[in-house]
């Protein structure tokens, strides 16, 4: 049987969700070719943080093989579509052509200037990772002019930074400049009072889809941090060093970054589609099928995409959710033709929305699962959340860790949410010290156990003797296994208290044998017999406990195996061998041993150290080191495939 042929054009929220959706559900049965001029996606929610400098460009270039994956049913082409024959349903590009059952057209998106003159020839537009580039190259060398400019009237015209337009991406990009012109004014030594950054709209308010309770936060925040609004001003035309606003002075600035309007993408006119719907978008019914080919196999989706919603009577809005419920909905009625089965409606169901001003502080309004309204810290992780959790619905573990990793915990100059308390920039050749000790203190533990009560250090021969973990003896202090082996509650307890004494010599508290009575205390203090953190297993572990260690021979196998793996755990911390994972599992152990009454409070100490190991020491003067980029590269080969510049060529 033939592999049904379905051509997706756009790699972008829209298009890679319908891709994704199809290859899952087809298999075998499907060759589905990707189609976009960048080998990448962009996450077009955070190019205003690239452009004002937060992040580097790679923080939001998602490149196609990992997000893709070694899917074999995808092929991945970089090239640029010219035409679409909807009759011979062949797709060109400029260097190939691809025959087509179906065909996804999500081409996303481009700023609509609204015929204002000199918007392009002045105007900087944020709607593409070239856009963002143009916008900080611009910013740094403005600023790096006017720091020598001797005319304060010139300068100041220079120092202005005006955005156009108060939705979510001229909001968002004026708040990237709040923070962006406190690092300029400590740069340059300009005073903070010269650069101003000036948000321009046309109507009586900002973020018009928020209610009247959070724009109001936006705007006293932005205020108080020194943005000027220009409310009710219309621009009438760019100039390289001024605006011109409608029944009002001109504002001198070199900076107009435009986010006034998205209109669809004008390069499927060439497509031979007709547009029917204001702002060149193709209308689209309600299975997302392109309104006049509802025959022919024609999809759209994304920003490109018109489907008026009974609801509200306005086409689909143009943001992420409504993209990817759009590529999902034409994934699925494809999917409904192939299987001859009844199609899906297209359902504009929005949890929410959400504004970040500037690194620390945003506005968000949710729908789901709860309706509220959030601004400044709240807002700003839930935003963070949502973006970890769009990561987990790609199923990529590394942009996961990718996010984390830029946006919080190695962010630059305390541009992040909690003001710099997580980003690391410190040496971690500090921790090695504490890492060889910790790994020494778990090497000592273990082999206290491999010795037992006689064994030497260095006589081999006399390891696994009396006391030692290794013979048939139970050491571990659990009532039913005494009971089992013995018949005899009084013997369980005598060898609970025996099995407390060793942990206590394990532990470090040798010499705490003088008191009978045990005795709280965070340090060992001589003479004192340390109190353990659990007298026994509290009665809610202990089901637990029963069904992983149910009775003698498991018991057995369990203290040896726990012997070994602490020698394991031990040695991989001297190293620096997966660190990260050996200091987590130290946690979880030195919990376990707590709960199980094993464990006293003098050797708390192994939580907070556990944890203070886990940021990267294996790095340095250890094994990770060299480990960790050999095993990224070398589990990315084997999970994504190799990404290129290109993609779909031989």
Not at 87 to 101: L, R, S
Not at 308 to 321: D, W
Not at 521 to 541: A, N, R
């Amino acid at each position: 049987m033939s592999k049904h042929r379905i051509v997706v054009v756009g790699a972008g929220y829209a298009g890679l969700t319908a891709t994704r959706n199809l290859s899952s559900k087809l298999k075998d049965s499907a060759q589905i070719t990707l189609i976009d001029r960048h080998p990448y996606h962009t996450s077009m929610t955070q190019l205003h943080e690239v452009a004002a400098g937060r992040v580097s460009e790679e923080i939001v270039q998602y490149d196609l093989q990992k997000l893709v994956g070694k899917r074999k049913n995808v092929q991945l082409v970089t090239d640029e579509v010219t035409m679409v024959d909807k009759e011979a349903k062949v797709v060109t590009t400029a260097n190939g052509t691809y025959e087509y059952d179906f065909l996804v057209v999500a081409l996303g998106g481009e700023p609509n200037d609204f015929g204002v003159p000199g918007v392009k020839e002045h105007g900087f537009t944020l709607w593409s990772m070239e856009d963002a580039l143009r916008i900080r190259r611009h910013l740094e060398i403005i600023v790096e002019k006017a720091a020598l400019e001797p005319n304060e009237e010139k300068r100041r015209a220079m120092l202005t930074f005006a955005v156009a337009g108060s939705g979510f991406t001229g909001i968002e990009m004026a708040g990237e400049l709040i923070e962006w012109k406190e690092l300029m004014v400590k740069k340059y030594r300009i005073p903070e009072d010269e650069i101003t950054i000036a948000v321009v709209e046309m109507m009586d308010k900002i973020l018009n889809i928020f209610s009247d309770k959070g724009r109001n936060n936006a705007f006293k925040y932005m205020q108080k941090k020194g943005v000027k609004f220009f409310l009710n001003s219309a621009i009438t035309e760019v100039g390289a060093d001024h605006i011109k606003i409608k029944d009002a002075a001109d504002i001198p600035t070199h900076t107009l970054i435009w986010t006034t309007g998205v209109q669809g993408n004008t390069q499927a006119k060439a497509y031979g589609m007709q547009e029917t719907e204001r702002g060149n978008r193709l209308v689209a019914n309600k299975f997302m099928q392109a309104v006049g080919f509802e025959d022919k196999g024609l999809y759209v989706a994304g920003d490109l995409s018109a489907y008026t919603e009974p609801e509200t009577g306005r086409p689909t809005p143009q943001i992420v959710e409504a993209a990817e419920l759009t590529g999902h909905t034409a994934a699925a009625n494809i999917l409904a033709e192939i299987n001859g089965t009844e199609k899906h409606e297209y359902k504009g169901v929005y949890k929410g929305t959400m504004v970040s001003i500037g690194a620390r502080w945003g506005v968000a309004s949710l729908s789901q699962p709860f309706k509220s309204e959030m601004s400044g810290f709240m807002a700003m992780a839930t935003k963070h959340f949502v973006y970890l959790l769009y990561a987990f619905q790609i199923r990529s573990a590394y942009y996961m860790f990718q996010y984390l990793s830029h946006e919080i915990f190695r962010q630059k100059d305390n541009r992040e949410l909690t003001y710099g308390h997580l980003s690391r920039s410190g040496n971690v050749l500090w921790a090695v010290p504490l890492r060889i000790f910790f790994g020494l203190m778990w090497l000592l533990e273990a082999m206290g156990k491999v010795l037992g009560t006689d064994g030497k250090w260095l006589q081999p021969s006399t390891w696994f003797g009396a006391g030692s973990w290794f013979t048939t003896d139970i050491r571990l202090p659990f009532a039913w296994l005494h009971e089992a082996t013995t018949g005899a509650s009084d013997a369980a307890s005598g060898a609970t208290g025996a099995v407390t004494g060793a942990s206590d010599a394990a532990t470090g508290a040798t010499g705490a044998v003088a008191e009978t009575v045990a005795k709280f205390g965070l340090s060992y203090k001589w003479g004192e017999q340390p109190m353990p953190v659990f007298d026994s297993v509290p009665s809610w572990m202990e089901p637990i406990m029963r069904i992983m260690i149910p009775n003698a021979d498991v018991a057995i196998f369990f203290q040896r195996f726990m012997t070994l793996f602490e020698i394991v755990l031990a040695l991989a911390l001297i190293f620096g061998i997966f660190t990260w994972l050996f200091s987590a599992i130290s946690v979880v152990l030195t919990v376990m041993f707590a709960l199980s009454g094993m464990f006293v409070w003098v050797n708390i100490w192994f939580i907070p150290v556990g944890i203070a190991l886990m940021n990267g020491s294996g790095r340095a003067f250890g094994v990770d080191r060299y480990l960790q980029p050999w095993l990224q590269k070398w589990l990315g080969g084997i999970w994504y495939g190799k990404s290129k510049p290109r993609y779909g060529e031989k």
